[in-house]
């Protein structure tokens, strides 16, 4: 097995910047991870989206492990409703699977991640909401066809 890449944080504006993304390759469970911390703007989300796409191609994957676990919002409601037009626009293919951990239950953040989801179901993407990472990471690379009607199951 070979080990995880170490995670290589992308400061936006100033070093001392509570924003903060990162995209990685695991290869042990070959996926794309992102991790997005701080308040996030809709940029950062885009140029995060764009650097994994970029990744994943250099991979050959098409499995995403997006890591909200310590997002403290930012986001847009517009901007979570355009991903999915992002995703097209970057040829990211119909087969990709996106396995987003959660931030804090209860939270505008939370709401926000399910929103997401949502959107992207709608749009035929297969995105599933977690609050645990093992689960998530199981879900994101089982061989078997997702389900669109097991959306909230892995919470």
Do not use: M
């Not at 209860?106 to 993407?125: I, M, P, Q, S, Y």
Request: hydrophobic share 35%; proline share 4%.
């Amino acid at each position: 097995r070979q080990a995880c890449l170490p995670l290589l944080w992308v400061f936006e504006g100033r070093e001392d910047s509570p924003v903060r993304w990162t995209v990685t390759h695991n290869p042990e469970y070959d996926i794309v991870v992102c991790t997005y911390a701080g308040r996030v703007t809709d940029d950062n989300f885009r140029k995060g989206t764009i650097r994994a796409r970029q990744l994943a191609k250099t991979n050959n994957t098409t499995l995403f492990h997006i890591d909200d676990s310590k997002w403290e919002g930012g986001v847009s409601t517009l901007g979570l409703f355009d991903l999915p037009a992002l995703f097209e626009e970057l040829g990211f293919e119909g087969r990709s699977k996106g396995a987003l951990i959660l931030p804090s239950a209860g939270t505008k953040e939370a709401e926000d991640a399910r929103f997401f989801e949502t959107v992207c179901l709608n749009h035929d993407w297969r995105v599933k909401v977690f609050t645990d990472r093992q689960k998530a990471i199981h879900w994101l690379t089982a061989r078997a066809p997702s389900n669109k009607s097991d959306a909230h199951e892995g919470s």
